[in-house]
């Protein structure tokens, strides 16, 4: 499987954003009350997944009449959208997008940014605004991408072997620790590739 796109419970980004993800997507997943996001879009629904608190009476028995996989996970060990990435990560998705993660609880989108770095798989996750993904040793960023596209690199801890090119700020081999440092920077080319030895960073990808 190539795609896994993942509907969690909060505000959507932009529609065109949403259209394209879903169109682009072999599997969708209604992160818990992502389910009632999904039924009020029209997306097609492959799999729920969660501790289902936060799904209606009235939206679980219309999901199991269209006869939609239900896949409850109690664990509080991490939340509901850590369990919808681990799960895609074991159907050997090679890709999970994500949206309906914006605005809310600010200390339930700071969780987010912590999903997508505790788990092994290729996620982005995307807002209005930017895209967020992560750079780790065996998931470096290399992609085409349009002059001037505007980024920020934070590191998660101590980062070593930063390798950042193809932008207005370079680095080649260096360290970076948590900071600001890496806030606006700019792609100088059509190619921006990020890479890292040791540690994890946060990429957020402006649009």
Not at 11 to 36: F, H, M, N, W
């Amino acid at each position: 499987m190539e795609r896994v796109l993942i509907v969690a419970n909060s505000e959507l980004p932009k529609r065109q954003i949403c259209t394209k993800l879903v169109e682009d997507s072999d599997y969708v997943i209604a992160c818990d009350g992502g389910l009632t996001t999904c039924f009020s879009n029209d997306y097609p629904i492959d799999l729920i997944i969660g501790d289902l608190d936060s799904i209606t009476e009235d939206d679980l028995s219309k999901a199991r009449m269209n006869g939609i996989e239900i896949l409850k996970i109690e664990d509080q060990e991490c939340n509901d959208l850590s369990k919808a990435i681990a799960h895609a990560e074991k159907m050997s998705a090679q890709r999970v997008d994500i949206i309906g993660v914006q605005g809310g609880q600010s200390d339930h989108q700071m969780a987010n940014y912590f999903a997508i770095l505790e788990n092994e798989i290729n996620a982005f996750i995307h807002l209005d605004d930017c895209m967020v993904t992560t750079v780790c040793k065996s998931r470096p960023f290399i992609h085409s991408i349009e002059f001037k596209r505007q980024f920020s690199v934070f590191s998660i801890g101590i980062s070593k072997g930063v390798k950042i090119s193809g932008s207005n700020w370079t680095l080649d081999d260096g360290d970076l620790k948590p900071s600001s440092k890496g806030l606006h920077n700019f792609t100088t080319g059509n190619k921006l590739e990020i890479s890292c030895e040791d540690g994890m960073l946060l990429i957020f990808l402006n649009y």
